[in-house]
T-cell receptor, first 113, second 113 residues
């Protein structure tokens, strides 16, 4: 059974203090690993898809990396507006048909000015 | 309007009530989804529709009844719910049923008394 574990559960940073969020996964065959951002009172917003070990994606202060067992979301010099819950999800490589996304419970990030 | 719109944003209902959640997407997507998000639990897939046809039912109790009259609209009919059904119900859409990059609405926060 596919599983996703995110750590830490919550993270508090000062503005400008860089850090990383972790997403560990077990999956029978990885089709893709996804990062979403969720603000309070809103639905998740897509950030990145990573498909193979060694791949990296960047968007502003965020950089996602992927290995065969985990993904990291690196946040460089964060700002208060980066405060949100970050969700990781994996999708198995389907033999046929639909293969659902399996989500982690997320990391709540709070960036203080 | 653009994106995925859900109504109502908040709903309080008694265990004997019948209510419906509505979702509309303006993205021209072919697949639509219902997800349940409970505190400290991963996002849980409930139903998937592709071109108006239900393709996935993730063992959801019959007190939840989905309806998809066309590719742009999705409903979730609720009846005789239990307090443990209180959660954030999220609608999402994607270009096709492979279900990778999802676009979420802001959700309906449901409280069952």
């Amino acid at each position: 059974e596919d599983q996703v574990t995110q750590s830490p559960e919550a993270l508090r940073l000062q503005e400008g203090e860089s850090s990383s969020l972790n997403c560990s996964y077990t999956v029978s065959g990885l089709r893709g690993l996804f990062w979403y951002r969720q603000d309070p009172g809103k639905g998740p917003e897509f950030l990145f898809t990573l498909y193979s070990a060694g791949e990296e994606k960047e968007k502003e202060r965020l950089k996602a990396t992927l290995t065969k067992k985990e993904s990291f979301l690196h946040i460089t010099a964060p700002k208060p507006e980066d405060s949100a819950t970050y969700l990781c999800a994996v999708q198995s490589d389907p033999n046929t048909g639909f293969q659902k996304l399996v989500f982690g419970t997320g990391t709540r990030l709070l960036v203080s000015p | 309007e653009t994106g995925v719109t859900q109504t109502p944003r908040h709903l309080v209902m008694g265990m004997t009530n019948k209510k419906s959640l509505k979702c509309e997407q303006h993205l021209g997507h072919n697949a639509m989804y219902w997800y349940k998000q409970s505190a400290k639990k991963p996002l849980e897939l409930m139903f998937v529709y592709n071109f108006k046809e239900q393709t996935e039912n993730n063992s959801v109790p019959s007190r939840f009844s989905p309806e998809c009259p066309n590719s742009s609209h999705l409903f979730l009919h609720l009846h005789t719910l239990q307090p443990e059904d209180s959660a954030l119900y999220l609608c999402a859409s994607s270009q096709d049923r492979v279900g990778e990059k999802l676009f979420f609405g802001s959700g309906t926060q449901l409280s069952v008394l």
